[in-house]
């Protein structure tokens, strides 16, 4: 009885063939180690940020797929347990450093996504040696039918990257393990760093005021925080006060606010003195300057003075 084996969409396509070409006369001389991997996703992530940014802006994948042979994928799960996450590790911290050196230089770090997703794969027409990559801006985000993905494949053979626009369709012949996933937040308080251009402004959010007055009708009052404790004040304030965000109306108490940064958590908490705020729809319990009760307050939130004055932090 004559049977056939269904194909899979490489060699469908014709891609199979023209990533993993055959040479006469190769000879396995090299194999898959830890350092290896790490390099090969330092390097995907430095080509990510050559190919993407432009103007002052740094951009860069957040999501990293990378397939080996089941042969290679197995070494590494059957003999070097947890090695993933410690490469992981890793290259997270190398990452920041690179960012951190483009943001001294003035250029803007833009993050595309709240965290780094890690996927470690094996795809069957792969031989022992073989590597690819599949970068996205967007961790686990479902691709347009009409967009491609780009592929960034080596085959052990040659040693030389190649790289092709294919269908999404292609995910589908890749084996996925969840012992290969790994999550990581992005954290923006590691590329801060220090600036050594006075002209370069460092700022940790942005506030950002809407006034029922009159005169203030049409306008906003914006407010960038640089101190990691600042204070939200009315217009008893006197204007030249250090780390005050004084807001020239009647509706705000002085002091009504306090708001603080948490480097070690990357979150910003608010304390509230003045007679009603709200945020986000619920109202914050009042506290003494010498006690604030402190309430996590996210970027993007909406905090309202007395039912009248608005005021938006954003990120910088």
């Not at 954290?187 to 940790?204: C, F, H, M, Q, T």
């Not at 640089?226 to 005050?244: F, L, M, N, R």
């Not at 604030?292 to 905090?303: C, D, F, K, M």
Request: aromatic letters at 12%; glycine letters at 4%; charged letters at 25%.
């Amino acid at each position: 009885m004559h049977t056939t084996t269904k194909p899979t969409f490489w060699q469908r396509t014709g891609v199979h063939n023209w990533f993993l070409k055959k040479e006469t006369g190769i000879t396995e001389t090299s194999f898959m180690t830890p350092d290896l991997v790490y390099k090969y996703i330092i390097e995907k992530f430095q080509e990510s940020v050559t190919e993407l940014s432009f103007a002052d802006r740094i951009i860069f994948y957040h999501e990293y797929i990378i397939c080996f042979s089941p042969p290679d994928y197995n070494k590494f799960m059957d003999n070097n347990r947890g090695i993933f996450s410690l490469i992981i590790k890793e290259s997270v911290k190398a990452f920041y450093g690179i960012l951190k050196e483009h943001r001294q230089k003035g250029k803007k770090v833009t993050a595309s996504a709240n965290k780094w997703v890690f996927r470690f794969v094996s795809h069957p027409d792969y031989e022992k040696g073989d590597k690819s990559f599949i970068g996205k801006l967007l961790p686990g985000t479902v691709q347009q039918k009409e967009e491609n993905l780009r592929v960034t494949f080596i085959p052990r053979q040659t040693g030389i990257a190649q790289t092709l626009d294919i269908a999404d369709e292609i995910l589908n012949d890749f084996t996925f393990y969840s012992d290969g996933y790994y999550e990581i937040p992005w954290n923006e308080s590691l590329v801060l760093g220090d600036v050594n251009d006075a002209k370069i402004p460092r700022y940790l959010a942005r506030l950002e005021a809407t006034l029922p007055d009159k005169q203030y009708a049409g306008k906003k009052l914006e407010y960038l925080i640089k101190a990691e404790t600042i204070i939200v004040a009315g217009i008893d304030e006197k204007p030249e006060q250090h780390s005050v965000f004084r807001i020239p109306s009647e509706w705000v108490s002085t002091p009504h606010l306090s708001i603080r940064y948490d480097k070690n958590t990357d979150k910003f908490f608010l304390a509230s003195f003045g007679e009603k705020t709200i945020v986000n729809e619920n109202e914050v319990t009042n506290s003494i300057v010498d006690a604030p009760t402190w309430t996590e307050l996210p970027l993007n939130s909406r905090i309202v003075l007395n039912g009248i004055v608005s005021i938006n932090i954003f990120k910088v």
